[in-house]
């Protein structure tokens, strides 16, 4: 136990000594999650809005208007032909071109039906399929108007059921994204700095000579582990601290569920990673390697859990894939904790699964940690 | 098992795949002794001192080393040695100081224990003024006996010395001898490799490697009148022409 407190306060030392690190550790993250809390959001705005009237009756202007009043549409003009707006997408100019054939007026009034051309820039097609529901949206709208005048003029036919759908947002009314979005960020942030720092720590010692020092000393694998990590658990806590109360003080996050409850789990989930970090360490002779095999965890890490990609659209395989990915179990804690207020039996499986995890990671590491080859 | 002497090594051998680095090498050591375990680079010496510490396992072969077996007791020698590597292995980011605190912590002396010892041996070493400042700001010469220092701080029965002198300036390397000089009179047994021939002469007996093999061990006097050399050096360089 003893020597388990020199080594740790050897690595604290050393830590806060290294004036290139501190930021890294602690401003880093922090301008990581103001910024990408910022940006990273779903919603698609300021869509380039393009549109061919071939119409030129005050219905086909009725409609343009209803973009034109929308915030997510920047109406910008009427293409002369198909052409020339087909060069513009091309260019970049614009994203969405909405196609009015001619007679459109006079057939709606007397067939009722008719057919809008909408040509989307699907380069993203995360967010061509945004644009398509809100252009849906706006015609549906649209529609529904001119049923109501329509009606007025032969209100002796049946009136149609209007069968519509009346969302209700629950835990997050307002689709904040940001309320959305911190929580997980705050996942990766403290993901990567405990994954990074505790990789690329015992391969340091490699490198420099100092851990065959180490191993000629009668030390136990143990000891030397557990005063080595204990340090990089402690800033993980300390990263969760500072990104709660920016998210509190700066986004304004709700913190319905329970504050020690989000401890205990991240107090686990940091094993985790730690022992990640440290079963790279031991296959790696230089942080050159470590650094980009972590890379290499953290991408997919990031990429499947569920934080930016909903976990359900992914392929049967890749779902299974991510059962093994602790990130995920974070996220969703996170989010289930903070905007839900889910208790300890609620997050119950996700707690017992990460423990799992972080035995059997923690085992292997040691495990695989020689002091003599 | 002789109580005389502290390292019995036998055929002992270290191959990685096909190569042979140290092949079938057997010599003992005395309680006491300063042993030069001399080489031309690449000769296998680090290899053989490794398996010694406890850090690489040999591919045949036995070994004692402090009255443990290199095989299945390899933690209970570390309590009884000291080893100073040939490249610089303390912290550069601790002080003299807490280098010294670290390293006794480790091998488990006393709070107590190591503020005594650090006191004495930054006394010694006349670091009085450096003892607060950070490793990476000292000069080799200094870096090296603070390192032998701290190799000694647990009292080991044996110390290791991987080319302690290399890099060194001539009065630092005569400073140095001094200090291996004084831990082999207070019993410590002292297993030293060099490239030095004058700092051979000084060894109580010299073991020189050729290819992995030891070819010639015995007192730098005998080893002259064997070879019909008048100094080491030449000793050297004919068996390691071959």
Partial sequence: MKTILYIIQKEFKQIFRNKGMLPIIFVLPVLQLIILSNAATFEVKNIKFGYIDNDHTSTSR?????????????????????????????????????????????????????????????????????ENVYITQIVKRYNQHLKIDLLQVSDNQIQPVNI????????????????????????????????????????????????????????????????????????????????????????????????????????????????????????????????????????????????????????????????????????????????????????????LKTLLYAFVMNGLAVWRYKKTT | MDNDKVIQVEGLTKMFGDFTAVDAITFDVKKGEIFGFLGANGAGKTTAMKMLIGISIPTAGTANVAGFDVFKQAEDIKKNIGYMSQKFALYDDLTVKENITFFGGIYGLSRNVIKEKSDVLITELGLQKVANQLVASLPLGWKQKLSFSVALIHDPKIVFLDEPTGGVDPITRRQFWEMIYKAANEGTTVFVTTHYMDEAEYCDRVSIMVNGKIEALDTPKKLKKQFNAATMNDVFLKLARG
């Fill in chain 1, 62 to 130: 009725a409609l343009v208007e209803k973009f034109n009043a929308s915030d997510y549409f920047n109406v910008l003009t009427d293409f002369p032909s198909e052409a020339k707006a087909s060069a513009e997408m091309l260019l970049g100019n614009v994203d969405v071109v909405l196609d009015i054939p001619q007679y459109f007026e006079r057939d709606l009034q007397k067939e009722k039906y008719i057919n809008l051309g909408v040509t989307i820039n699907a380069i993203d097609g995360a967010a061509a399929g945004v």
């Fill in chain 1, 164 to 351: 519509e759908t009346i969302p209700l947002f629950w835990y997050n009314e307002t689709l904040n994204y940001k309320t959305f979005m911190v929580p997980g960020i705050l996942v990766l942030l403290v993901t990567m700095i405990t994954l990074f720092l505790s990789g690329m720590n015992i391969v340091r010692e490699k490198e420099i000579g100092t851990l065959e020092q180490i191993n000629v000393t009668p030390i136990k694998k143990s000891q030397f582990i557990i005063g080595k990590l204990f340090p990089f658990w402690v800033i993980g806590m300390g990263l969760l601290t500072i990104g709660l109360l920016l998210a509190k003080i700066i986004f304004q996050v709700p913190m319905v569920g329970s504050l020690a409850l989000l401890y205990l789990y991240t107090s686990i989930y940091i094993l985790v990673i730690l022992g990640i970090g440290l079963f790279i360490s031991n296959f790696t002779d230089t942080q050159q390697q470590a650094m980009f095999i972590a890379w290499f965890f953290t991408v997919i890490f990031i990429l499947m859990s569920g934080l930016f990609t909903p976990i359900e659209s992914m392929p049967k395989w890749a779902q299974i894939v991510t059962e093994f990915n602790p990130v995920k179990y974070f996220v969703e804690v996170m989010r289930m904790v903070m905007l839900k207020g889910s208790g300890f039996i609620d997050i119950l499986p996700h707690l």
